[in-house]
Nanobody
Framework: VQLQASGGGLVQTGGSLRLSCAAADRTFSTYAVGWFRQAPGKEREFVATISRNGERTYSADSVKGRFTISRDNAKNTVYLQLNSLKSEDSAVYYC?????????????????????WGQGTLVTVSS
């Protein structure tokens, strides 16, 4: 599955953005999707994940209460709503997908849990 991340940009501290991860694949509803981010000089880190049907979500502690992951399978798109942004949220944000034959109770937060990656979208939070 090919993924296209978009929605990044420059925003002030405390502001909001909505990132989108779109797939041109009719089977997108069979994939769990995760968002990761990578700041300059740092390793790529997990942000949030959502199950294939959108019923199960999980977010990193650093973004809980501020970021919300959701999906619209009719539009083959997963969203990441970023609120109350901080300077430390500045990074390139990547979406990734893994085939999910059955809805799993496991949380997929590792990079190697995902087989397909988008190209990334840059979020810059200025103070």
């Amino acid at each position: 599955v090919q993924l296209q991340a978009s929605g990044g940009g420059l925003v002030q501290t405390g502001g909001s953005l909505r990132l989108s991860c779109a797939a041109a694949d009719r089977t997108f509803s069979t994939y769990a999707v995760g968002w990761f981010r990578q700041a300059p000089g740092k390793e790529r880190e997990f942000v949030a994940t959502i199950s294939r049907n959108g019923e199960r979500t999980y977010s990193a502690d650093s973004v809980k209460g501020r970021f919300t992951i959701s999906r619209d399978n009719a539009k083959n798109t997963v969203y990441l709503q970023l609120n109350s942004l901080k300077s430390e949220d500045s990074a390139v944000y990547y979406c990734a997908a893994r085939y999910e034959k059955y809805i799993s109770t496991s949380v997929f937060s590792a990079l190697n849990d995902y087989y397909y990656w988008g190209q990334g979208t840059l979020v810059t939070v200025s103070s």
